[in-house]
Structure formats: structure tokens, C-alpha cells
């Protein structure tokens, strides 16, 4: 077994190597670029090398100082991770030039299933069901739209050695290839260093089920069940679960079998998952092959009871699989959920700045629950605009799905982070979701039941009734302690009984508080309804946590002038509690408008400025594409939303800018 080994990555999957190889007694080795000299790998690592500036291409995918920092540290295997150089072929052709082990395929198998073109004619070859696609060299975007419209639209244009929803576009008509071939291609090149392209046909209301496989170097290669990948948005996964709702156990087998017989054939011999497009009627077609450890390996975990990291790295020791296929058992069900740095109320466009707060919810089981968070962030620590926006991946198991759902929702509620925009709201109403419990999946989800982008779920019911309670509650507690500081004894009871006026948006609830250390009831005298609070919370704590008459719930509670802003499943709301005198005077106050924005054209979030398609002067009509600008690898078309003539252009090609930064001003 190798004594020391090197990680050829960032983030949150440097951190899940190191985790692994910690627990095997080896030693570990970071690498960073600038931008990344505080990280938490670099602080988990045993020992660390710069690399260079922030730029991916100047830092994390220049093999050669990789090979450099194996060298110099004695590393005598690399772990690459995913993205950056996971699927390169040239890297383990590199290191083995080096003599360091690749902890990963063999390069011939990368050649093969890695490059997407290449994979396709393997997967025909092994009489793997295949999507129809064009897999030959495509010229320019003219050709693209050739090919589109031979195969009939809608189609999906993918990068050849593309993954993560970077380089990838679906196109529904001949405009959309136009206009989406050349951002794809771009992506392409500047994520992976290879802009090639294919052009398949786009299955309707599709699913995204992936099977994962483990192989070592003596011809062994075992599934280890499926994954459903179908909740995306922009083509990359935000929500993952294993086993999937959609398959029984002929669909698994037969998926399960047509993977083994691909990776056989090639030869392979490590971690690896092979992606398919399925239908509603449980029919599925080979989509690509990932040549690497996945994002959302960890749900597989869970399920199977096995350590994908351990496995490649013994494998990559030469080492045979522990286990045969009869031995793989499923165990429960695991949801998935990424934690992204982007606004969800902005179309979902990254955020990037500093964790002023990150307090995720306690790893571990309690009562055949458990919780795994995999991060490679912490307080106080930045989101860069450089790499990708993901924060951490928060994982529940339990016995069953819906028990699964429900500990994912609470673990949610309980994840705290300010200081950034993130989509932590969206994945708590989405974890309510009627159509999501359900299991009825597709690929379009996102875009079918959000057509009009995500607004917070509204506070109604039995859910309104516990915000107000909780914030009646909170307000109960810090009149308590006030009382307590100025009038009695440190320590000594407060029980006093409050009539209060909570106003939920516009709903208002008059209501009484009683009770104290811990115990609470709070009364709705219009209603005669009443709720029984049990918390240990405490002012300034940023979770409330307790008893909800007979549920356990999670609130996050972030102060405001006469209230709270609560957090949760998908609510999130401003609640103020007033008195009764207080609330008579407010309901006498004006609103505030809005600023009219309407004459600019304001940037979305912070990024680099790649074009601007419009002069001073120039008639525009909605719709219109304005300016390009790119964040975290992604590249984003600004488009006019009515129709108009451009007054003045503040921004040009290079620029940075802040979000809300002004690109354009309409006469």
C-alpha cells in the first residue's frame, strides 16, 4: 500500500481524499493555487505545493507540476478527483512516465470511455443501447445547425470531453444552435482544454440514471446499483438519491449488466459510473461514461456500505475487489443535495464573497438517520469566482425514501450560511415538493415547475401557524431575559403571559405567549388554535430547534427590527412582532418604493465582462442578446427585456464587475 499520495484537486472532493486516506494511515499531499492558500485542504493536507495563479489553466491543469509535486514530496500516487485533469488521458500517461501510480483507470480505458465521441462507438460496439447523435467533426456553427436539423430537434450539443453541465446546450430550433453552439464550445475550451463538440438527439421528459461501477486490474468489475440524477438545472445535477424511484430490479440488472459488459470491454479497472438517459417506460439509452470518482458518489455509499476512495486506491495498489456481485445488498435510501454559492432568486447565478457564518447541521446517526456533510469550506473562508460555486453536498440516509426526504428537509433547515447568496431555500422547497416526493422525475423539472424562476414557498396552514408561533416564541424569550437582566435575580424563573400582534407578510395573527425555560404555549385567539413549543434555544443562536406540538422542527432565525427573518422548508419570511400599541402605529406608516431599475442593464452577478454585442445609439428588441458575462466557468447571455435604444455602454470586454454593477443605461 502506498505511504504518501497526492491529491490533484481543490475543494470539498481534496477534502473527501484526504478524509479517506487519514483513515488508511497514508499521508496526503495538497496542491493550490492562490486563490486557494487559506483552503481546508490545504490546512487537512499533510504537506502542501503552489501550483500558481488562480486560473485553472495556470494552476490545477498544468500536469507537469503536478508531476513536479510528486517529486519533490514523494507522493507515489495521485488521487485527480473529478474535473480539472480526472479524464485526461495525458495525465496517467504522464505520472506513469514518472513511475507514479494513477489512482484511477488505466489511460487506454480514459482513451476510450473518456472522450465522448470515442465512448459512443465503444458502447454501439458492445451492443450498449445508444442515444441517435452525430459523433464525426463538426466545422462551425453553420454545420451544427446542419446536423441538428438532419436528426430532427430538440437535440443536445455536448462537449466531447465535457462533464458537470459545462459545454453543453439544448437547442429546440435553429436560433438556439446559432446562438448556443459557439457559448458551448467556448465553455468547452476554457473548462477542459478541448472544444470539440457532438450533437445528439434530446429525449423528451427524460430521466438521468447512472450506474456505478468499481473494477480493479485482475478483470473484475462490479455495479454498485443506480443513481437518479434527473433534478438539474443548466445540465448539472442539484439533487441526487440512490436507488431510484423509476427502476425495479429487472431495469437495475439489465442497466447494471449492459455497464459491466462496456467497462469489460474496454478494460477497465477503477471507479467509474455509466450514464443513461431513460424513459418514462423504464427504456434507457447510453449516454456518456464518467472515467472518474462522481459528485454524488457519496448516496452510493450509503446504500451499499462501501468507500469508493478506498476501493480505487487499493485497486490502484493492485489489490483485487472484496467483493463479488452477489455480494452487493442495498441498504435504505440516500438523498443528496448540493449546496451551491448562487441565487436562487436570480435565475441561479453564482454568488461569490466571504462565509461570514457557515454552521452546517451535526454529522452522524441518531436513530437510523444519517447525516454526511462533504465541504471544503469553513467560516470565515471565500467563495472565488474561479472555480465551481459548490459549497458542500449534504447527505441523509434512512429506511425508507420518504424518511429520507424528511431528514434531508430538516438538515436543511438547520444549514446556516451568510455572508453569500446560496440555493439552500430552493433545496428546502424542493424537499416539499408534492411532485418531487412523489418520484414522478424528469430532467425538465426545474424548468416545468419553476417556468417563472423560484419565489420562496408561501407561509399557509399549519406552516404559517408555526413561523408565528416560533417568532412569538423568540420575541417571549428575549422580552425573558431582558426582564431578567434588569429586574430579578441572574437565573432566577420568568413566567409572565404576552399578548402580541405577528404579522406574516400580510397575514396577521394576534396571539399569546405563556411559559418559560424552554417550555412554551402560544395561543391564536381568533382561530382557538394553540401549539406546545419545546426549545433549548437561546438569543443569538442562528437556529431555532425544539418541539412543534408533535413534530421536531429546524427555523433559522436572523434578526430584524421588530422580528425575525425565519428560514424554512422553502418559507422564507420576515416576521414582526409587535404590540398591540406598536402595531396600530405601523399599519399608519407609508410604504416604501422600489428604485426603478428599469433603464439599465444591471449585472446579475459578480463575473467578467466576455462581450458586449451593443453600441451607444442601437435600436434593440427584447430579446436581444446584450452582453456575455461569465462566472465560476459558466458563460451567461444578458438579453434586453423590452424593446428599446441603447443611451450608454458603462462596461467593455475584460471588465469585472460587482453584482448590480450598471453595463448598460436605455434611453
Known amino acids: 500500500m502506498f505511504k504518501k499520495i497526492l491529491i490533484a484537486n481543490r475543494g470539498e472532493i481534496a477534502c473527501r481524499v ?27 493536507a499533510d504537506e502542501a505545493v503552489h501550483l500558481g495563479p488562480p486560473p485553472a489553466a495556470q494552476s490545477y491543469l498544468l500536469i507537469d507540476k503536478i508531476v513536479e509535486a510528486c517529486k ?118 476554457a473548462s477542459f482544454g478541448d472544444d470539440r463538440m457532438f450533437i445528439e438527439k434530446f ?75 431513460a424513459g418514462q417506460d423504464r427504456s434507457f439509452y447510453f449516454l456518456e461514461m464518467n472515467t472518474r470518482l462522481q459528485v454524488e458518489h457519496p448516496v452510493t455509499e450509503l446504500i451499499t456500505g462501501v468507500d469508493l476512495v478506498e476501493l480505487m486506491i487499493r485497486s490502484a495498489a493492485g489489490e483485487k475487489l472484496p467483493f463479488k456481485q452477489s455480494d452487493v445488498k442495498l441498504n435504505g435510501w440516500a438523498v443528496e443535495s448540493r449546496v451551491y454559492a448562487e441565487d436562487p432568486y436570480r435565475n441561479f447565478l453564482p454568488s461569490i464573497g466571504r462565509l461570514v457564518k457557515y454552521r452546517p447541521p451535526d454529522e452522524g446517526t441518531v436513530n437510523g438517520v444519517t447525516i454526511r456533510n462533504d465541504t471544503g469550506v469553513f467560516e470565515g473562508g471565500e467563495i472565488s469566482m474561479f472555480y465551481d460555486p459548490m459549497i458542500a453536498k449534504l447527505v441523509t440516509h434512512a429506511p425508507t425514501r ?149 413534530s421536531h422542527v429546524a427555523v433559522q432565525v436572523r434578526p430584524i427590527l421588530n422580528g425575525v427573518n425565519l428560514a424554512y422548508r422553502g418559507i422564507q419570511v420576515p416576521v414582526y412582532v409587535y404590540t398591540e400599541r406598536e402595531a396600530a402605529l405601523v399599519a399608519l406608516m407609508p410604504e416604501k418604493a422600489a428604485a426603478d431599475t428599469s433603464k439599465f442593464l444591471l449585472c446579475p452577478m459578480p463575473g467578467l465582462v466576455k462581450a458586449i454585442h451593443v453600441g451607444e445609439g442601437q435600436e434593440v428588441q427584447a430579446g436581444d442578446p446584450l452582453a456575455v458575462v461569465e462566472a465560476m466557468k459558466m458563460e451567461n447571455i444578458l438579453r434586453a427585456e423590452r424593446n428599446g435604444s441603447v443611451k450608454k455602454v458603462n462596461a467593455k470586454p475584460g471588465d469585472s464587475l460587482a453584482v448590480d454593477a450598471v453595463i448598460l443605461e436605455f434611453a
Open 18 to 44: 484526504i478524509k479517506t486516506a487519514r483513515k488508511m494511515g497514508i499521508k496526503t499531499v495538497a496542491v493550490y493555487s492562490d486563490a486557494d492558500r487559506d483552503a481546508l485542504h490545504v490546512e487537512m
Open 72 to 189: 519533490q514530496t514523494g507522493a507515489e500516487a495521485v488521487h485527480p478527483g473529478y474535473g480539472f485533469l480526472s479524464e485526461r488521458e495525458a495525465f496517467p500517461i504522464a505520472l506513469q512516465e514518472a513511475g507514479i501510480v494513477f489512482i484511477g483507470p488505466n489511460p487506454k480505458a480514459i482513451g476510450a470511455m473518456g472522450d465522448k465521441i470515442e465512448s459512443k462507438k465503444a458502447a454501439a460496439a458492445a451492443k450498449v443501447s445508444t442515444v441517435p447523435g452525430y459523433m464525426g467533426e463538426i466545422a462551425d456553427a453553420k454545420h451544427a445547425v446542419k446536423i441538428a436539423e438532419d436528426i430532427g430537434y430538440p437535440v443536445m450539443m455536448k462537449a466531447s470531453a465535457g462533464g458537470g453541465g459545462k459545454g453543453m446546450r439544448i437547442a429546440f430550433n435553429r436560433k438556439e444552435v446559432e446562438e448556443g453552439y459557439p457559448l458551448a464550445k467556448s465553455e468547452a475550451k
Open 203 to 277: 429525449i423528451v421528459n427524460p430521466r438521468h440514471i447512472e450506474i456505478q461501477l468499481i473494477g480493479d486490474k485482475h478483470g473484475n468489475v462490479v455495479y454498485l446499483a443506480e443513481r437518479e440524477c434527473s433534478i438539474q438545472r443548466r445540465n448539472q445535477k442539484v439533487i441526487e438519491e440512490a436507488p431510484s424511484p423509476l427502476l425495479d430490479e429487472k431495469t437495475r440488472k439489465a442497466m447494471g449488466e449492459q455497464a459491466v459488459a462496456l467497462a469489460k470491454a474496454v478494460g477497465y479497472d477503477s471507479a467509474g459510473t455509466v450514464e443513461f438517459v
Open 402 to 550: 420518504e424518511a429520507a426526504i424528511d431528514a434531508q428537509a430538516e438538515a436543511l433547515d438547520s444549514f446556516c450560511i451568510d455572508g453569500i447568496q446560496h440555493n439552500i431555500p430552493f433545496l428546502t422547497a424542493l424537499m416539499q415538493h408534492p411532485r418531487w416526493r412523489k418520484g414522478a422525475l424528469s430532467t425538465g423539472f426545474i424548468a416545468e415547475e419553476f417556468p417563472d424562476g423560484f419565489k420562496p414557498r408561501a407561509a399557509e396552514g399549519d406552516e404559517l401557524h408555526v413561523v408565528a408561533a416560533v417568532a412569538a416564541v423568540i420575541d417571549h424569550e428575549n422580552n425573558a431575559r431582558r426582564r431578567e437582566i434588569t429586574h430579578q435575580m441572574p437565573g432566577q424563573p420568568v413566567s409572565f403571559a404576552r399578548r402580541r400582534i405577528v404579522k406574516v407578510k400580510d397575514t396577521i395573527l394576534p396571539v399569546e405567549v405563556e411559559g418559560n425555560g424552554g417550555a412554551y404555549r402560544v395561543a391564536f385567539p381568533d382561530s382557538g388554535g394553540m401549539l406546545d413549543l419545546k426549545s433549548a434555544w437561546r438569543p443569538g443562536e442562528p437556529v431555532w430547534t425544539g418541539q412543534v406540538g408533535d
